[in-house]
Nanobody, 125 residues
Framework: QVQLVESGGGSVQPGGSLRLSCAAS????????MAWFRQAPGKEREGVAA???????VYAASVKGRFTISQDIAKNTVGLQMNVLRPEDSAMYYC???????????????????WGQGTQVTVSS
């Protein structure tokens, strides 16, 4: 069983930056890819960015050029650097990991079997 714990959320003004981090414990070779999702009140959970062990990345169009996903395989962590934040980026952000050896490389929630509890990001003036 893989456990994921997010950190780094908080409040920031528009145009500001935040860095989220996700620490994986009980990590096994079966989690090949990890991702960040977000969910705002009243909206569906949406994929933000994903990364696989080979280093490939994919981003949602709404964050491309502003957010950067990274991983440290040795430390079992994945990060999300968020720059030029906008009020519409406000949401609960979740870390996710694939299970069962899946190499799913995309932004659909159904592709991930492990989830963290989330960390809140609020962008407001």
């Amino acid at each position: 069983q893989v456990q994921l714990v997010e950190s780094g959320g908080g409040s920031v003004q528009p145009g500001g930056s935040l860095r989220l981090s996700c620490a994986a414990s009980g990590y096994s070779y079966s989690s090949k890819c990890m991702a960040w999702f977000r969910q705002a009140p009243g909206k569906e959970r949406e994929g933000v960015a994903a990364i696989c062990r080979g280093g490939g990345t994919v981003y949602a169009a709404s964050v491309k050029g502003r957010f950067t996903i990274s991983q440290d395989i040795a430390k079992n962590t994945v990060g999300l650097q968020m720059n030029v934040l906008r009020p519409e980026d406000s949401a609960m952000y979740y870390c996710a990991a694939t299970s069962g050896g899946s190499w799913y490389f995309g932004l659909a929630a159904t592709g991930f079997g492990y989830w963290g509890q989330g960390t809140q990001v609020t962008v407001s003036s």
